[in-house]
């Protein structure tokens, strides 16, 4: 249906679950929003919902049948957000939309790109006189709806024409919107994948703590019980929220547990793997994700798995509490421990790849911030982020912010506070044959960093060996090298 000329406030393109919803939030906010989908139903049904609100909402949602129609329906500097799959998609909308816009137009891509990617049309639109944003947003179908985080990377001419939208639109934490300008170019898009690469280690963590718990005999009701009481303190988090929730659902069907009936085979979308891509070509240790990326491609292979449970030797991953000191309270207190310890390594990965990325792309990313909007809306907001907001805007002693999340203080005193139930948590899950690949490789990140001196010794002089990789030496100035004449076979 045409619409009239120049009334629009923002377009969305891609009315699913996410646009719908972002289109109800802003309309909600007073503004007048253009709706635009490659399904002319999907419009109209963003339009209807709209209407189906009432009158207490101050905005509206407006159908439109083309791109053209589109574009005439927006007042300039226009404002389009895409929500959209990432990828060929993205391209392909843009390939239509060029066309018809003007210079100083700004086009948004919500969705989950790859910052390369982003980068590359941030250039061929700059070409063109255009601005292209390329925007994390975070909490899924009800935070879209009702506020999400936002991490929206660009110009700052972009990002002063979009501030009033997103800053309406975003979730509130301590009285602040959960967005902030990231940086320009593809550094909203890079900040968003670096969120979903410690999300996939904390989910990961978390299932390793109910896998521990659940080894132990705990049921799933017990089990409820415990995460939400865990939800209460400092593990306080949307993730251990939603676990205990998931933990007491039982189907309606059969009375058993939702859990129990599902299958263990996790699905990915690649944004954990292209997180440790990146982090790969920057040399930075992103074990704990890298762990959670293997959990989910293992858990892939359930009949191959299946197989091998018939022909491998092990423990049967049973604890029995009786054999624990303090018994199953005392174990439940240990995990929890357990838990938050593997839990600051992941977020002290997560940010020193987020400071490094900053420093090479010259991004200038405000870690602090970063963290700030993390505290709601999004998947990972938890209460232990203030904690983070606070270690990244302090400067240590020599004036700049930690080089690690773990050394600044309160981390580092939790670390030594907790790292005996951690030990003694994973001592027992590898006696009795429970796999917890996130924890272990988080306290073996964690025993790398306070170890000075590593065994890298010998593999620096295995590499002279075989290909004449020359080594430093401790009595000698550094930075000069050697090679040593070894005895072949």
């Given amino acids: ?270 944004t954990g793997q292209w997180t440790l891509v990146d982090a790969a070509e920057r040399a930075v240790v992103v074990s704990a994700m890298g762990a959670a990326v293997d959990a989910r491609v293992l858990s892939s292979l359930k009949a191959a798995r299946v197989a091998a449970s018939t022909q491998l030797a092990g423990p049967d991953g049973r604890i029995d509490p009786a054999t624990l000191p303090g018994g199953a309270e005392a174990w439940v207190a240990l995990v929890h421990d357990a838990l938050m310890a593997a839990k600051i390594v992941a977020y002290a990965q997560g940010f020193e790849l987020m400071a490094t990325a900053g420093r090479e792309r010259g991004w200038g990313l405000d870690l602090a911030a970063i963290a700030r909007l993390w505290r709601g809306g999004c998947i990972i907001r938890a209460q232990f982020l203030d904690r983070i907001a606070e270690a990244q805007a302090a400067p240590s002693t020599a004036g700049a912010p930690v080089a690690n999340l773990m050394l600044a203080p309160w981390f580092r005193d939790t670390l030594a506070r907790v790292q005996g139930p951690w030990r003694e948590v994973l001592a027992t899950a590898v006696r009795t044959g429970v796999p917890v690949p996130a924890m272990s490789a988080a306290l073996a990140y964690h025993d790398s960093w306070r170890s000075p001196r590593l065994s890298a010794n010998l593999l620096q002089a295995q590499r002279d060996f075989f290909g004449a990789h020359t080594y430093e030496r401790i009595d000698r100035p550094a930075g000069q090298h050697f090679h040593t004449e070894w005895p072949q076979a």
């Avoid at 991490?151 to 979009?162: D, N």
């Fill in 1 to 270: 249906m045409t619409q009239a000329a120049n009334i629009g406030h923002i377009a969305i393109v891609g009315l699913g679950v996410m646009g719908r919803n972002l289109a109800l939030n802003l309309a909600d906010h007073g503004h007048t929003v253009i709706a635009y989908d490659l399904q002319p139903a999907a419009a109209l049904q963003a339009q209807e919902a709209a209407v189906a609100r009432g009158a207490a909402a101050s905005g509206q949602v407006l159908a439109v049948a083309t791109p053209a129609e589109l574009v005439a329906a927006l007042a300039p500097p226009r404002k389009i957000l895409l929500m959209v799959n990432a990828g060929a998609p993205v391209d392909a909308v843009l390939e239509r939309l060029l066309p018809l816009l003007a210079a100083g137009d700004i086009v948004i891509d919500g969705g989950n790109s790859r910052f390369t990617d982003t980068e590359r049309r941030s250039a061929a639109l700059a070409a063109r006189g255009l601005h292209f944003v390329g925007s994390g947003i975070s909490g899924g179908e009800e935070g879209a709806r009702h506020g999400p985080a936002l991490m929206p990377g660009g110009s700052a001419e972009a990002w002063a024409a979009i501030r009033p939208l997103f800053e309406a639109i975003a979730a509130q934490a301590h009285g602040q919107p959960c967005v902030a300008h990231i940086g320009p170019g593809g550094a909203g898009h890079y900040v968003k994948m670096v969120h979903n690469g410690i999300e996939y280690a904390d989910m990961q963590l978390i299932c390793e703590a109910y896998a521990l718990l659940a080894a132990a005999g705990l049921d799933n009701d017990p089990m409820a019980a415990v995460f939400a009481r865990w939800n209460a303190g400092p593990l306080q988090s949307y993730l251990i929220e939603i676990t205990a929730k998931i933990l007491a659902q039982r189907d309606a069907d059969t009375g058993r547990h939702v859990l129990d009936l599902i299958l263990d085979k996790a699905g990915q979308k690649g």
